[in-house]
Each structure stands twice: as structure tokens, then as C-alpha cells.
Nanobody, 125 residues
Framework: QVQLAESGGDSVQVGGSLKLSCVVS????????LGWFRQFPGVERELGAI?????????SYADSVKGRFTISRDSIKDTMYLQMNNLTSDDTGMYYC?????????????????WGQGTQVTVSS
């Protein structure tokens, strides 16, 4: 059974930092591409791509988070991370991790097969 489990969401102030984790099970972690998506508050079923990481560690980011967020993966722990620094109120939302077999369009939610349940990030001033 495939499971992706996010954690690390919290309420923080503007300028703060958070580190999200996504533990993956039931998949060959080393062969899996992964991504982080955000559901914008009040917008049902609209997911925005935040960052993606390929099976060999190639990373891509949305323009809005470049220089502030870092995606990484640990093949020993079968875990993906999202380090988020200098958070703004626009970063508020439910964050989901997801897995896919291909990295070409890492920014398309429809390309991802398995999803976690999400972890809430709230940034306030």
C-alpha cells in the first residue's frame, strides 16, 4: 500500500521558517520523483506547484519560492523535505506531497499519482 505522510505544518509569523517532511512508503523511493503542492486558501481543488525533485536529485521551483525554499530527499529515510525560509502571508495554505514517475512536467498536479493528506501552513503578521 502506497502512503505519503506529510508533517511539519504550523502557524508562524511573517519572516519565519518551517521544515516540512513527507515520508514515503510502498514505493521504490529511489526511482520516484516527488513534488510539493499548495492548495490556496478558499480555492477548492486548485493546487499550485511549489517544488519538485527528480529521482536523481534534480530540483525545480516555482518562481515565487526561489531563493526561499529548498527541496531535498533522503533515500535512507525514504523522506522528502521542504525547508521554507522568509515566509510570507502568501505562503499560507495546505501543503501536499505527491509522487510521479516522470519529472518533465513536475509542475502539473495531474501528472502525480499518489498524494498525501496535507499539512497546514499558516503565516501571519
Amino acid at each position: 500500500q502506497v502512503q505519503l505522510a506529510e508533517s511539519g505544518g504550523d502557524s508562524v509569523q511573517v519572516g519565519g521558517s518551517l521544515k516540512l517532511s513527507c515520508v514515503v512508503s510502498g514505493l521504490p523511493f529511489g526511482d520516484t520523483c516527488l513534488g510539493w503542492f499548495r492548495q490556496f486558501p478558499g480555492v477548492e481543488r486548485e493546487l499550485g506547484a511549489i517544488a519538485g525533485i527528480s529521482d536523481i536529485g534534480t530540483t525545480s521551483y516555482a518562481d515565487s519560492v526561489k531563493g526561499r525554499f529548498t527541496i531535498s530527499r533522503d533515500s535512507i529515510k525514504d523522506t522528502m523535505y521542504l525547508q521554507m525560509n522568509n515566509l510570507t502571508s502568501d505562503d499560507t495554505g495546505m501543503y501536499y506531497c505527491a509522487s510521479t514517475n516522470g519529472f518533465t512536467r513536475w509542475d502539473l498536479a495531474a501528472n502525480f499519482t499518489y498524494w498525501g493528506q496535507g499539512t497546514q501552513v499558516t503565516v501571519s503578521s
